[in-house]
């Protein structure tokens, strides 16, 4: 029955609602297939979880092997029992929904899941049933849980000390290319001090915001010669400059200034550069 063995210890997980009757057959046939030096527990899956069970203490768990089938094979469950299983034990789950049990079995960790058949019921477990119910059974991998070995194909670690760089080792017949073979024409001519004032997103001769070039400087200069220069060929375009500020515009070079007499060449005595208050 299901492969149990003498001197096995077996779980089976029942779910609600199930027949006591069919219950406690099951656990006598159980039984007498362990033998005295068996075990057969009893458990409810939904109760499994906080069951306590230790790990690795059944060679085979039976989950929903009863009418009317309503084991659902939820990862956790199927977790919990994985963990209880001993390396190699077997996990038997009967279940009408085949592809969602499939798949939950890999997700929990199960191997050597085999392909569902048709399970092996009595005339009065068939009578009420409107599904096929398939049975499938799997295992648990022949380590546990959490375990570690060594790699046989491993190589051991180099015993140089470190030195904290990089190191190539190179053949001495390996020629190496020669650095300065590698540059062209174009590498060795030099740049025109002019091109590089120019600004590299615009194509213009503007300088950058954190100039250091000396752009900024040469530009401010030549801005300030144009002003310069501006001022002395300045010729008024409303002819009412020298009114006063009241009628010179925001670019008037003698913006500040006091009024003049037309063709009167300013000049600004010590007296009004001094506070008078």
Known sequence: MFGIQPRQQVLVLWSTPVNAEELQTLVGELKSAVGNEGKVAVENSDMLMGSNHQASSFDHVLAGVLPPFTFLCPVNILGEALRILK???????????????????????????SEPKNANLTDEQKRNLT????????????????????????KPAASKPSTGTWNIDLDDDIELADPDDLLTEEDLTLPDPASLKVCGTTGQRKACKNCVCGLKEELDAENMKAAEENKKNFKSSCGSCYLGDAFRCASCPYLGMPAFKPGEKVKLTDNTLQDTT
Do not use: H, Y
């Not at 390396?87 to 899941?113: E, M, W, Y």
């Open 87 to 113: 390396p190699s034990g077997c996990l038997t789950v009967r279940t009408t929904d085949t592809s969602s049990t499939q798949s939950n079995l890999k997700l929990a960790g199960f191997t050597s899941i």
């Open 131 to 154: 599904t096929p119910v398939v049975e499938v059974t799997c295992k648990k991998p022949e380590f546990e849980v959490g375990s570690a070995m060594k790699l046989s194909f491993a």
